[in-house]
């Protein structure tokens, strides 16, 4: 009986081990959202979305962030693996908030590797034409939440 225990002790700590190292090896991601023109699209909202084995997804809402006032990002705690990340305007018409989805990016991040992912393009013409919201397919400009729950303008098209 004892050496019953002694192995199911072992196959905890292996368990236990490569899911502390799964979860505290992560990695920092840094980008620009801008779009086609490459000006920046400020205060874009970024949230991770991890596409798991059978393709359900699962997504960590601790980990939504907001993008500054020049496109400018940085993900911090990534962990590796296959990652999707979404990107969307909280869009204020109204007495209503519509998410207005840009992108969805999907990649791979390895452990151990900080990473510049570069600049990400948004297709704005693209996503207008894309989004269920009739409401929103000819706007030249939104009213968006920003990280503080203020709401600022920002112009799409010029």
């Given at each position: 009986m004892k050496s019953v225990h002694k192995v199911i002790i072992v196959l905890l700590l292996a368990v236990s081990g490569s899911f502390a190292f799964?979860?505290?090896?992560?990695?920092?991601?840094?980008?620009?959202?801008?779009?086609?023109?490459?000006?920046?699209?400020?205060?874009?909202?970024?949230?991770?979305?991890?596409?798991i084995g059978d393709g359900s997804l699962?997504?960590?809402?601790?980990?939504?962030?907001?993008?500054?006032?020049?496109?400018?990002?940085?993900?911090?705690?990534?962990?590796?693996?296959?990652?999707?990340?979404?990107?969307?305007?909280?869009v204020a018409k109204g007495n209503n908030t519509y998410q207005f989805n840009l992108l969805e990016k999907c990649g791979i991040v390895e452990p151990f590797e900080d990473r510049d992912v570069g600049n990400i393009v948004i297709d704005i013409d693209e996503a207008l034409r894309l989004t269920p919201f009739e409401e929103l397919k000819d706007s030249q400009e939104f009213v968006v939440r920003t990280k503080y729950g203020d709401k600022k303008r920002v112009i799409l098209k010029e």
């Open positions: 799964w979860y505290l090896n992560t990695v920092t991601l840094t980008g620009r959202v801008v779009d086609t023109k490459g000006k920046a699209l400020p205060h874009v909202i970024y949230g991770e979305i991890y596409r699962y997504t960590s809402m601790s980990l939504i962030g907001h993008v500054s006032d020049k496109g400018e990002f940085k993900i911090e705690n990534v962990r590796y693996g296959e990652l999707c990340i979404l990107y969307y305007y909280d």
